[in-house]
């Protein structure tokens, strides 16, 4: 069983900054992508952004605000929020799907992100 575990959510002003981080951890053969997404109350989960073999993708609200990147070795990825506004707000969940050795597919059990004055 692969767990997440993430980290870094928190209260920010608006254009503020904040890192989350997720580290997944247990019998992973192979993770073939990491992502994170995001629920607001009252809404869908939607994508943020996602990574999958070197290919990244980012819902168009986030783009060239938010960096999505992945440390292998450590099994982490990571969110760099940056230019955050109010409707950035949500409960933040990261995601991974692979291989241990059967194939797994994994959520974190959330962050909470406010962007607030």
């Known amino acids: 069983q692969v767990q997440l575990v993430e980290s870094g959510g928190g209260l920010v002003q608006p254009g503020g900054s904040l890192r989350l981080s997720c580290t997944a951890s247990?019998?992973?053969?192979?993770?073939?992508?990491m992502g994170w997404y995001r629920q607001a109350p009252g809404k869908q989960r939607e994508l943020v952004a996602d990574?999958?073999?070197?290919?990244?993708n980012y819902v168009d609200s986030v783009k060239g605000r938010f960096t999505i990147s992945r440390d292998n070795a450590k099994n982490t990825a990571y969110l760099q929020m940056n230019s955050l506004q109010p409707e950035d707000t949500a409960v933040y969940y990261c995601?991974?799907?692979?291989?241990?050795?059967?194939?797994?597919?994994?959520w974190g059990q959330g962050t909470q992100v406010t962007v607030s004055s």
């Open positions: 990574i999958t073999a070197g290919s990244i």
């Open positions: 247990g019998s992973i053969f192979v993770i073939y992508s």
């Open positions: 995601n991974a799907w692979g291989r241990s050795p059967t194939p797994f597919n994994s």
